[in-house]
């Protein structure tokens, strides 16, 4: 995998990490459904945890 692509794909994931939080708290902030907020948490953690898993991975394949 080029340098290129992998920086791409981890602007891709922190994007979509990004974009989960925003509308977890602007579902929350709107007064919206506290069960789509806890959702939207939930899959922001998820998703957290695979940008972090890809970062560690990239990182150590450049080592």
């Known amino acids: 995998m080029s340098y290129a692509a992998a920086n791409y794909l981890v602007a891709v994931a922190v994007a979509v990490v990004f ?16 069960n789509l ?12 945890f695979g940008a972090i898993v890809l970062i560690m991975g ?3 394949l450049r080592g």
């Open 19 to 34: 974009v989960v939080l925003l509308m977890g708290l602007g579902n929350m902030l709107r007064g919206g459904s506290p």
């Open 58 to 60: 990239v990182i150590w």
């Open 37 to 48: 907020s806890q959702k939207l948490m939930r899959w922001r953690v998820g998703l957290q």
